[in-house]
């Protein structure tokens, strides 16, 4: 009984962190993006790289982009290179239903590491294709409700030399035809990772374990792994 109202306990504090992370971003700039209408400099955008270029040089401390497309499914690219930006990006889909998620192809020639270096980098509701892969070069990285699908190169590299924590909730991998995630922690273990009630189907490999001090900085709990999925 007492370690049933621990855990109560535990999952209260999680979900009013979480609603006060939401609330916080609910009430910081938000720039939107919307093929269908006409831009306005500093609030509504017609691609996502315009909205990135637009929150790179604003040097705010939190800011979230917003796809609120409003006729048929949109695919983004995503070629800019962040590098200004200094404060917490959220960068959020606008619909509930996977089926019309706005897809962003990570396409750029760089590995846009400045765009999470030393921040807090937070994706919800969007589906991430292409062939380019994230480094978080010391930023933190949370995925929550996203669909990682049909990714040709490493999805993302995840290295750390101070205390960086990456996450994914509730979210999709399929179809990756590379190993999904490289591992290089060079200073006792960070960045921490850790995957929960997420699905892993048809793809090639999940890690490729490099430079790995402590494993332990590594949890994968209540998955999912389908059609011969290897962990490593």
Known sequence: MDSAIRDTKKISVLFIFFLLTTLTCLGAKTVTVNPDSSEISGVRYKTFDGALKSIDSTHSSSDTILFVETTKQQTYSMSAFVSNYTGSLYIIGKRNNPDSFPIINHSGAEMHYNLFQNKYVFFEKVILTGVTTFDNHDG????????????????????????????????????????????????????????????FDSCLAIFNTSNVYNRDSVVIKNCIFTNAVPVS
Not at 149 to 175: M, V
């Open 140 to 199: 933190s990285i949370f995925f929550k409700n996203c669909v990682i699908r049909n990714t040709s190169s490493k999805f993302a590299i995840f290295r750390g030399n101070t205390t960086p924590s990456i996450g994914f909730e509730n979210c999709l991998f399929t179809n990756a035809k590379d190993t999904l995630f490289r591992l290089d922690y060079y200073n006792g273990g960070y960045p921490k990772l850790k995957i929960t009630n997420c699905t």
